[in-house]
């Protein structure tokens, strides 16, 4: 059972909107509209990089890392998907599934400061989430 001590990192609470949790991570919503793009974060306390997981919480991420890009490829019918822990810039352990398209805006470069972020519709939004909730078997 996760920690009760975890906290999810600011920035990613300002930049995200939740779609729930899965029994490691909680899934979320990158509110850019330009990429579908989610991500996970393990909710333990104070982990940084994969290897402060302990080898069960690795399997189980990985195993969550599955779901979550099989559902939003099936869902967004995306073209490639890149799949990255980084923390460069929020240090909190959280992996990126970002559907991508031969004619996004980035493409063939990585997402990030290719374009300014533009927040979704919130109609079209709460759509998406709804659709991944139901893929994911996540309460809303």
Not at 20 to 27: A, F, I, K, S, T
Not at 51 to 77: C, G, N, Q, Y
Request: aromatic letters at 4%; charged letters at 20%.
């Amino acid at each position: 059972m996760p920690d009760t001590s975890f906290s999810l990192h600011p920035q990613l609470t300002a930049d995200t909107v939740p779609i729930g949790d899965l029994p490691l991570c909680r899934v979320l919503l990158a509110n850019d509209a330009n990429y579908p793009w989610l991500i996970l974060v393990p909710r333990r306390p104070n982990i940084v990089e994969l290897i402060d997981l302990d080898p069960a919480d690795r399997a189980v991420l990985t195993a969550e890392i599955d779901a979550v890009s099989r559902a939003l490829k099936a869902i967004t019918e995306c073209e490639k998907l890149n799949v990255a822990a980084l923390g460069n810039v929020v240090p909190q352990l959280h992996v990126h599934v970002i559907g991508r398209r031969h004619s996004d805006a980035a493409w063939p470069k990585p997402v990030w400061g290719a374009a300014p972020a533009t927040a979704y519709d919130p109609a079209i939004r709460d759509g998406f989430v709804m659709v991944l909730r139901r893929a994911l078997d996540l309460a809303g």
